[in-house]
């Protein structure tokens, strides 16, 4: 049932809710990872046995986010189609949304195939507000928060998974997922956009692990969107440093930036060159012929 396709569960579901769902699994980016789709698992049922299927009403939603996958249960009404969902939020039971600040539960529009896509992406917002606030146990790491937002290129392009505890030490932690603010317009289109590969957005994403509130062990890993990472060769192609010790964030993320932007620049410029070569000799050879 967890490796149901998209159009498998949606055939599953009660036909007055299909729309609502079609338009979560064919349409649903959300966040910084365009790579990855919401997806639904555990698709289930509220009414009886005697009722004609098919009528699923409740399932499990996936949601990509800072580098986790958030499980939220999804809960509709088949008798009575019109209604709202609710919502379970799988482990963050701390995490209660503030009704008023969702305007598409509030004014829910059954009708409207667009409208549980857009409740799901107000509660992740909400959820991201959520997730800051927990930061505040630390003062470290809200510390490296406040510093990102302070600046645009990092702060509305920033998600925050905070308050987990390291298993091992049961320390305070938390991650930081930034997209990278690096053009990506010099690089071929021919090369960047192999029809194989996902066609989402071109993009990179910089996860940065602390381990502990006091920052000691920092883990930084680099995400390229699948497209990118095939032009530049491979994600063995490139190498970002260690995160310095007593470093901080608004140092150590423009240094990333700018490592990828150089590579960027590198390749296409060998690129261009490879093709005026290559046009080159063909003019070479043409000119021979005549």
Known sequence: MNNMSPEVALHRISPELRPLLCSVVRNGRVGL??????RVTDLKTGCTSLTPGPCCDRFKLHIPYA???LKWDIIFNARYPELPPDFIFGEDAEFLPEPAELPHLVHWDAGNPECLLQLVKELIQQYHHYQCQRLRESSRLLFEYDSLL???NYGRNMEIYAGRKNSWTGEFSARFLLKLPVDFSNIPVYLLKDTALDPGEDVALLSVSFEDAEATQVFPKLYLSPSIEHALGGSSALHIPAFPSGGCLID???QVCQLLTNKVKVFALTQFTSSALRCSLCVCIIL???
Do not use: F, Q, R
């Open 252 to 254: 150590y993320v423009p």
């Open 150 to 152: 302070e600046d645009p």
């Open 288 to 290: 021979g012929y005549l």
């Open 33 to 38: 990872d365009s790579t990855n789709c919401l």
């Open 67 to 69: 580098g986790e996958t």
